[in-house]
């Protein structure tokens, strides 16, 4: 797959994702960056402090959300009739995509996680009316960072972006809270870490490659009477955990409604 890409701001999350495209093997030769400040980016691919003046197959919209109003004219030289945009702006809605860029072939939403760099992301999609053609590139470019969950109702994106791409953030707090609790109950704290961390990749490792659902897995672990389900009846009292869990969510997707309302005021 021979496309020149632009990636227009280069913050973690965007460096992430070239790290993944890369290391699925697409040439660093064809990526270029712009970002106004000099940043390291792999060997082979073009950084540019210089806004590009001719348009790219792939253009990866990477900036602050709220900067779409001022960014968008500046770079209409790099969207053309060929290009298909990727935004990875939280909250900022296809129609306005469209709006800011309205020579561009097909716009699309694409909300990665930093797993991207492993090539161990659940990327989320949504676009409204695009080509075929259009969609299987996309879903190409998601697949080699993960997976390509395409969303069907963009009502819906902020509640799949609560849930795959500010999740990781949920899980890193679930592990330092269980290290930090075995430290608590008496284990030394940098071994209780360790053995969380190393603990969830076990487990999430099983999880992705299992027959079996994570319901059916957590049964499996715990026999009758045993230690396991002392331990999971604390959790599934009252559903604790799960109505702590769908609040997170829901205080996650609200927000992301939020900006999409600010980033239209500010439009």
């Known amino acids: 797959m021979a496309r020149e890409i632009l990636i227009y ?4 999350m965007t460096s992430a994702m070239l790290e993944g495209w890369i290391a699925s093997g697409l040439q660093a030769r064809d990526f270029t960056v712009f970002n106004p400040s000099a940043k390291p980016v792999p060997d082979g691919a073009i950084l540019t402090s210089t806004i590009p003046t001719r348009a790219f197959d792939v253009v990866v919209l990477g900036f602050k959300p709220h900067m779409l109003g001022d960014i968008a004219p500046a770079m209409q030289d790099c969207v053309g009739p060929q290009t298909l945009l ?15 860029f309205p020579s561009a072939k097909a716009v699309l939403r694409l909300m990665p996680n930093l797993a991207v760099a492993l090539g161990k992301s659940p990327n989320s999609l949504f676009a409204n009316n695009i080509a075929d053609d259009d969609k299987a590139l996309a879903t190409d470019l998601a697949q080699r960072l993960g997976s390509a969950e395409w969303i069907e109702d963009e009502a819906q994106f902020d509640l799949a972006t609560a849930l795959a791409g500010s999740g990781p953030g949920f899980v890193y707090r679930f592990i330092d809270a269980l290290g930090a609790a075995g430290a608590d109950l008496g284990l030394p704290a940098e071994q209780a870490q360790r053995m969380a961390v190393q603990m969830v990749a076990g ?9 079996f659902t994570p319901e059916e897995l957590a049964n499996r672990v715990a026999s009758p009477g045993g230690m396991t389900r002392e331990g999971l009846n604390v959790l599934d009292e009252g559903e604790a955990l799960k109505k702590l869990l769908t609040k997170t969510l829901s205080k996650t997707a609200d927000k992301g409604s939020e900006l999409a309302k600010l980033g239209r005021k500010q439009g």
Request: proline letters at 0%.
């Open 9 to 12: 701001g280069f913050g973690n």
């Open 203 to 211: 487990a999430g490792a099983l999880a992705a490659a299992s027959e």
């Open 86 to 100: 990727l935004s990875v702006l939280a909250g900022v809605e296809v129609d306005d995509l469209a709006a800011a």
